[in-house]
């Protein structure tokens, strides 16, 4: 009965990977960190206020266009690598009909060297209902 326990466990651990949690963010060291000096306020003239509603609007949409655990392909060219990065993007967010964002995410001139391709198709759009937290529809991709 024993080995029969060990090797059903042992069966069912590599299906553990499956289900793999997004990774924590990384920390700068305790010593690193002691030398940040945080203004007393944020500048009233660089700062954004991103509303909490918009900015789980684009992390859905974000986790969906470039998941966290998205690797580049082998022999992925210069261009390939930087578009895996999700700082490579930018998002542009509108209000939709009520209870829908329009977020659409589109690669940053500033980011890539596009050379002098055209950049088309991507980017995309996601229609995102902001009372249940799900995907609707997505235009592009």
Request: proline residues 11%.
């Amino acid at each position: 009965m024993k080995h029969v326990l060990v090797l059903l466990l042992c069966s069912l651990l590599p299906g553990c990977a499956l289900f793999r949690r997004p990774p924590r963010p990384v920390h700068a060291p305790p010593e690193e960190a002691a030398q940040v000096q945080f203004p007393l306020g944020l500048p009233e003239q660089e700062r954004q206020i991103i509303r909490g509603n918009i900015l789980r609007a684009v992390q859905l949409a974000m986790d969906d266009f470039l998941p966290w655990d998205t690797r580049p392909h082998e022999g992925a060219s210069p261009l390939e690598l930087c578009l895996y990065r999700r700082e490579a993007y930018d998002a542009i967010t509108a209000p939709g009909p009520e209870g829908i964002i329009f977020v659409s995410i589109v690669p940053s001139p500033h980011e890539c060297d596009f050379g002098s391709a055209p950049v088309l198709d991507l980017g995309a759009t996601y229609a995102i209902d902001v009372r249940g937290w799900r995907i609707l529809a997505i235009q592009g991709q």
